[in-house]
Structures are given as structure tokens and as C-alpha cells.
């Protein structure tokens, strides 16, 4: 019989420490052990669409996901089967031609703003996790992500948080706090909740 594979997933609102928090369950476990599917690379694919149209597009809506690809892709890894994950690109708001090949590993952990939004995705998770973060901290680590990797101005973020990130954040993120077995306050800060949550974590695996 062959090992079961943990499908893990961890949502928060943009800047909450997500990628931190997966950093540290990477880092405490064997080499190897984890393939990240971020919901970053699932995006639609807006090949057919004008530069007007892509522009408008507003990416932290559900809508803008590729769900169906998405759930399909870690189910195939979680039946053992390597997949072609997409690649994204900010700056051009489409897919890139190129695909990252990855393979099963025993933990599967599928990250994003809205990785507990969708019922599907949620049913096939062993452990839901919400970073949680105060918005002024996200707001500001936004500032310094988007205008250094997106080439965004401060004002432009900004007037995007509250136009956009904010409201949707309400609407669609926060809520999907309620899906998760467990809540980290302060991000990527905390330090004790994430040790706490990488033993939890190395104790599903199964023993050699």
C-alpha cells in the first residue's frame, strides 16, 4: 500500500506571512518532503483577451482562479502523479508558455489568499491553516512586495488596497477563516504557532 499523501492548505490576505509560514514546514521537514502548488499560478489563462480586458481583470476575486485545473492538479498528485504546473506573469497578466514539472511528495501544500475558499479544494485538505495579520502590517509589506517585484508606485498600491484588496478581502478572505483547523495571529511572525504547527505537521507523517 503505498503512503498516504497530507494535502495541507494555508490561505491569509495578501502580506499576512503565508509564504513565511510555508517556508518554516519546508525547512522542518526531511529534504524533499513538500511540493508548494501556490494559487498564484492558477490564474486564468487570458490568452484571448485584449491588454483593456487584462488590465480590468480584478485578481482577488474568486473568478479569477483557474479552480478547475487547480483541484484536478492536486488531485493528481495526491493519486501519485507528477503534474505541469503553470506559470504566471504580473507584469503581462497572462500565463507564460512555460510549466514547472513537479512531483508527488508526501506533503502537498496548496497556498494562497484563497486556498479555503473553494469547497472542492477544502474537502480534499487533511489540515486548513489562516495566517492571520493585522491590515496595516499587510498593507505595508504590499507597498514594499508591489513596488519592488511589480513595479507599482506607493500611490498605486494604495489607492488598489483600499479600491480593491480591502473589499474583497472582507468579502472573500476573511471569511474562510472559519474553514481552518487552526489560525496563526501575527503572520509569519509568530514563531511559537508555527513550531507548534511544524510538530503537529511531522507527526502525520507516516513512520518509517
Known sequence: MKDKITIIGIAGGTG????TVVKKIVESLPPHYVAVVPLDSYYNDT???TDEERKA???DHPDAFDWKLLIKQVNDLREGKAIEQPTYSYILSNRLPETIHVEPKPVIIVEGIMALSNKRLRDMMD???????DSDERLIRNIQRDTI???????MVVERYLEVLKPMHEQFIEPTKRYANLI????GENVKGI???CRYIEGLMPKK
Request: aromatic letters at 6%; proline letters at 3%; glycine letters at 12%.
Open 57 to 59: 481583470i480584478n485578481f
Open 184 to 187: 496563526i495571529p501575527q503572520g
Open 127 to 133: 489540515l486548513k491553516i489562516f495566517v492571520d495579520c
Open 16 to 19: 499576512s506571512g503565508k509564504t
Open 195 to 197: 513550531n507548534i504547527l
Open 47 to 49: 490568452t484571448g483577451l
Open 149 to 155: 517585484d511589480r513595479g507599482r508606485t506607493v500611490s
